[in-house]
């Protein structure tokens, strides 16, 4: 595996010499999730290196189709775990795509996009209302505003930060300048938690269940406000600078075990930007941290449940994490778990990647839908809510009775116990 | 705006579709590589476009376009050919075949398989092993390349010792000629001389002379047992005699593949299944059929072995090892360039009892150069794969590289091989052709050419 882990802020080498060594042998052709949809070389790996090695020889311009073929990549990186050169072919379209901003700037609508990530509240507040005019069903949109809507979840009535704020407001939270805890009756570890734009936003009940699970494992938890991880930006080959000095500045003074995420792309992102301990704490996911203490006393599911669980890419290949989520599900009284054909392939989600190519990323994700529903599982688990985003809208737009939900969900119910469904 | 050229490429749109047309700038970039040798040096000749047919009277109809704008045709499969045959000349087309892969019909009774072009030869493996026959070409490449482009140089992989290579395996060829005709050759029967054998002529023809759009194939069934054996050499001259002492013993392996410490390292270090890295040499063997047979040959090749001061013989445990041995020896080739950026790979055969020699001039060669080579080879066919690992962006090394090609292949000839064992002669190969094809060979060879395609429009550059 290539070392991104370590990399820092601004991965501005010059990566030329490495991508000249790629053989052009072609074994990327067998793996690449974009290359098996769209059949061109300029999806794959080696044609990645040969984009590259044009633009940094100056042999071919930037030019908004180049940029175009450089967003063309998941980022997943199936081609470098399976390249035999080692090639890292995220590194170079990464550099490329830096290069690109360099040259040409930032499309509008990505500035916007991150503009929005930071504004927090007020972004949401317009989300809401583009949405509640968006959705209106006589309005006729074009194709990709329609796809748009597909692939994003309803908005939900209120942020999680908004929610925890008014639980604190009613005593279910303490609060300290600006800081939140979630006390547990015995505390047994004290973690922070990082919940990512994507929870924030889209998936608030993934907060909630992460608190719940952590108060039944006797687990503090320290919630500071928060911006964006930096993930979005670092695809984009932007700086995430700004977002790495508030993440230090909220994470950095809390004196904790560690700092756990349940967002697999945040979890890469932040271990990127803080290797080791440089946050003041190790990052984890949340299904590192939980095996690592246990699950301790769960008393199980209402019933059986048949589910499948899906790799995010930013789990398995970023964090080398595809155990762990495994030994947590397979804990659960009540949960058989089927392994689909191939877990850990790109569900196609990749972030903004299911917008911009939102035609693309569907036939991505279809892949992914057929391995799904051919385990007949009654719902695909997974870790990562940019992949929860993606093959919801697939089996809804599929019109099947199969759920997709995050591993905390199920682990929240089995604390809850048989006799306390928890909605949702 | 409407040169002759672009009316060509609103015609190709006609005849395929917009949808599968390229003449984007990046994109064209895109093909203006193989996995050939020195693709990253310099600016790339770029085609003029790329076009993806779905069948053979689209590729009929491409054909009499291009014979009709004067077109040089670049046919292509996966690109994954080490000899430059994919590598366009400028204001071509590229004719990429991968549209056209299905596997048309499995014949059980008769032993055969009817495939398209684009279908790749790993699939190909998987669906008839599924049904218990066998077609044995298995290029280490299998995983990407198609049958098109195995047809088009001929390919051969570890099984060629026992099995043979492309060109034993094939009946009958569907193909598009130059001008556009249509042509079936060969005979759907296991025997048959009505005619030249065109068939054994196109094979290995490099899309010189005609375009694939269907290819009927023979099938053997599938060998009941294997037995895989690793053996373990501290001096490479040795592991290279055994390789001759095998073959004279009578004992036919499935598989007889070599590798020296170079290629060792670099496998393992991709691979981690645990090779010897500090041995000299070693032969990986695979032996199948019939358990019983399999059991007396093993033993017969241990004595040969031990007679030859084999270090360590292991056996694969079982299956999954097996095909863990096999799947790192796949990956030398691309493995290789851990230790420098590019390699060189030459593809020279020599008659079986040569082999040794081969293994030890070229060596010499890569010493008095001071270059660094691995070697591995399909030894039980007397194939070696010189690796010069280099940097092909540095003239000076590059100079010593190409002394060093010239006296690798001259040693070839020498010993009564052959330069081009199975990754096709290309662009790269061509100017060699000479050391090993007589003058008045090379005319016959080229009336052909002629005559086939007498505007020279397939491939210009390539092969002859
Ligand atoms: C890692 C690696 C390992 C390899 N190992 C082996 C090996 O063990 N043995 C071996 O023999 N080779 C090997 N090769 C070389 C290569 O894979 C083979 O030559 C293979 O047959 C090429 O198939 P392709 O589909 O990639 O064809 P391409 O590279 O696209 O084309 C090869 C030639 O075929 C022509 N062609 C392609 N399709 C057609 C068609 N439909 N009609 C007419 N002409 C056509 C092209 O014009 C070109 O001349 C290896 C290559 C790599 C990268
Ligand atoms: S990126 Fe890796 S797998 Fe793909 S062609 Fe290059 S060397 Fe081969």
Redesign the interface.
């Known amino acids: 595996m290539s070392s991104s882990n370590e990399a820092q802020v601004q991965a501005t080498d010059d990566l030329l010499p490495e991508a000249n060594r790629c053989s052009r042998c072609g074994a990327c052709r067998t793996v690449c999730p974009v290359f098996q949809v769209e059949g061109t070389e300029t999806s794959l790996a080696r044609g990645k290196a040969q984009l590259y090695r044009g633009l940094r020889k100056g042999l071919l311009m930037p030019t908004k189709e180049l940029r175009h073929l450089a967003g063309k990549c998941l980022l997943c990186r199936t081609c470098v775990t399976n390249c035999p050169s080692d090639i890292p072919v995220d590194q170079i379209v990464l550099d490329m795509r830096q290069e690109l901003v360099h040259t040409m700037g930032i499309p509008v609508y990505k500035k916007l996009l991150f503009r929005g990530l930071e504004q927090g509240g007020s972004f949401y507040k317009l989300g809401r209302a583009a949405e509640r005019f968006l959705r209106l069903p006589q309005r006729i949109f074009p194709g990709r505003v329609k796809k748009w809507l597909e692939v994003l979840p309803d908005l939900p009535a209120s942020t999680f930060r908004a929610q925890l704020n008014l639980a604190a407001a009613r005593g279910m939270l303490d609060r300290e300048k600006g800081v939140l805890f979630s006390r547990a009756e015995k505390r047994a570890h004290r973690v922070a938690y990082f919940y990512g734009c994507a929870n924030n936003y889209f998936y608030p009940q993934t907060g909630w269940d992460f608190l719940q699970v952590m108060r039944a494992r006797q687990v503090e938890v320290v919630i500071p406000p928060q911006g964006c991880c930096g993930q979005p930006q670092l695809a984009a080959g932007v700086t995430a600078e700004r977002q790495a000095a508030r993440i230090k500045e909220a994470f950095a003074p809390l004196r904790v075990e560690a700092i756990v995420t349940d967002c697999a792309s945040c979890g890469s992102a932040l271990k990127q930007l803080f290797p080791g301990i440089s946050l003041g704490a190790p990052v984890q996911d949340v299904t590192e941290f939980l095996t690592s203490i246990g699950l301790g006393r769960l008393p199980g599911l209402p019933g059986a449940r048949r589910l499948t669980y899906h790799d995010p890419c930013h789990a398995k290949r970023y964090q080398g994490i595809s155990s762990a989520p495994r030994e947590l599900l397979r804990a659960v009284p009540g949960v058989e778990l089927i392994e689909m054909a191939s877990p850990d392939t790109c569900c196609g989600g990749s972030g903004s990647f299911s917008l911009e190519y939102s035609d693309l990323s569907e036939q991505i994700g279809r892949k992914k839908l057929e391995d799904i529903l051919a385990t007949g599982a009654e719902a695909v688990v997974t870790a990562c809510p940019s992949c929860l985003m993606r093959i919801t809208s697939l089996l809804r737009v599929e019109g099947v009775p199969v759920r997709a939900i995050h591993l905390l969900r199920i682990l929240a119910e089995a604390y809850a116990g048989p006799g306390n469904p928890t909605g949702a | 705006m409407s040169s002759p050229k672009n009316e060509f490429i609103a015609r190709v749109r006609e005849v395929v579709g917009p949808r599968y047309v390229?003449t984007?700038?990046?994109?064209l970039?895109?093909?203006?590589?193989?996995?050939?040798f020195g693709?990253?040096k310099g600016?790339?000749v770029l085609p003029a476009v790329i076009v993806?047919p779905a069948n053979k009277e689209e590729i009929s109809k491409l054909m009499q376009l291009a014979t009709a704008y004067r077109i040089p045709v670049v046919p292509r499969g996966?690109?994954?050919n080490n000899s430059g045959g994919t590598l366009p000349v400028d204001g071509c087309m590229v004719l990429e075949t991968?549209?056209l892969n299905r596997i048309l019909e499995l014949d059980k009774r008769n032993l055969t398989v009817r495939v398209q072009p684009g279908v790749i030869t790993g699939q190909l493996h998987r669906v008839v092993e599924a049904e218990g026959l066998f077609y044995p070409p298995d290029p280490a490449?299998l995983?990407?390349?198609t049958i098109g482009g195995n047809l088009a140089e001929c390919a051969g992989g570890p099984r060629g010792v026992k099995y043979g290579v492309t060109r034993d395996y094939v009946l009958q060829l569907e193909a598009v000629l130059a001008d556009g005709t249509v042509i079936r050759t060969g005979t759907q029967t296991i025997k048959g001389v009505t005619g030249y054998d065109l068939t054994r002529l196109l094979v290995g023809s490099e899309g010189t002379l005609a375009i694939f759009t269907e290819a009927l194939l023979r099938l053997i069934p599938l060998p009941q047992a294997h037995h895989t054996i690793l053996a373990v050499y501290d001096d490479i001259r040795a592991a290279a005699d055994s390789v001759g002492a095998i073959i004279a013993g009578g004992i036919v392996p499935a598989c007889l593949e070599f590798m020296d410490r170079v290629l060792i390292k670099c496998v393992e270090e991709?691979a981690h299944i645990g090779l010897p890295t500090e041995a000299e040499a070693v032969l990986l063997l695979d032996l199948d059929g019939h358990p019983a047979a399999i059991a007396d040959e093993a033993l017969a090749v241990e004595k040969i072995c031990r007679g030859l001061s084999v270090r360590d013989l292991h056996s694969a445990a079982d299956e999954e090892q097996r095909q863990q041995l096999w799947a790192a020896r796949r990956?030398a080739?691309?493995?290789i360039?851990?230790l420098r950026?590019?390699?060189l790979t030459e593809d020279v055969v020599v008659p079986r009892d040569k082999f040794a020699d081969m293994v030890m001039q070229a060596q010499g060669i890569g010493e008095k150069y001071q270059l660094l080579v691995g070697m591995a080879g399909h030894a039980g066919d007397g194939n070696l794969h010189v690796e010069i690992l280099t940097d092909?962006?540095d003239e000076v090394e590059m100079a010593r590289v190409q002394q060093a090609v010239l006296e690798i292949l001259q040693t070839a000839v020498e010993l009564n091989g052959t330069i081009a064992g199975e990754h096709g002669v290309g662009r790269l190969k061509a100017p060699y052709l000479g050391l090993e094809i007589k003058k008045e060979v090379m005319a016959t060879m080229q009336a052909i050419k002629q005559a086939l395609d007498p505007l020279g429009l397939l491939n210009p550059g390539k092969f002859i």
């Open positions: 390229d984007r700038t990046e994109e970039f895109g093909y203006s590589y193989d996995a050939s693709c990253t600016t790339p993806k996966a690109g994954s991968n549209r490449s995983d990407f390349c991709y990956a080739f691309p493995a360039v851990r950026p590019n390699v092909e962006n």
